[in-house]
Structure formats: structure tokens, C-alpha cells
């Protein structure tokens, strides 16, 4: 519980620095927490699925402002669920 309660904390401090004149689908957020749950419930690591989106879609200039490492990580995560997405189809 105490997860999850901060997996929500992180989603409304994304939400919060949307423009609110920005259209952003629900679904595609509800995809990545989603994931963010099941991985983290069966291999007790965080995979970032929410941040990645949220820098790629969102906040695409200020990715370069995260180091190389993280970079790589929100890639990586944002890159899985692409993957299953394209399986689910």
C-alpha cells in the first residue's frame, strides 16, 4: 500500500505540471501505471513506465536535463511497454 501511495504521489506531481490546455489520453497513463504495478509486484523493481511518458510525451525538452543513466532507463521502460502494447495488438 505505502508503494502505491507513492506511485500516486508521482502521478499527480506529473499531472500538476501539464499545461491544463494539454490533451492527454487517460488510457495511455492508465497502460503505464498499470505496468508500473505488475512489475514492480513480480520483480520488486520500479521500471519508471509512468516517467518515461510523461518526459516523452510531456516534457520531451527537459529529458536532456536528466542524466545519461536515467535517460537510458526512462528509454528502456518507455520502449517495454511499447512492446507489449504492439503484442497486445
Not at 514492480?40 to 516523452?56: D, E, I, L, M, S
Not at 516534457?59 to 532507463?73: F, P, R
Amino acid at each position: 500500500i505505502e508503494w502505491t501511495n507513492e506511485l500516486r504521489k508521482e502521478i499527480d506531481s506529473y499531472w500538476n505540471k501539464i499545461d491544463e490546455n494539454k490533451e492527454f489520453d487517460l488510457a495511455d497513463w492508465m497502460h503505464r501505471i498499470t505496468n508500473e504495478i505488475i512489475f514492480k509486484t513480480t520483480t520488486g523493481v520500479k521500471n519508471n513506465a509512468v516517467a518515461a511518458y510523461y518526459y516523452t510525451v510531456f516534457a520531451s525538452e527537459n529529458i536532456k536535463s536528466l542524466n545519461e543513466n536515467d535517460q537510458e532507463k526512462l528509454k528502456s521502460s518507455e520502449d517495454f511497454v511499447q512492446s507489449i502494447h504492439t503484442y497486445m495488438d
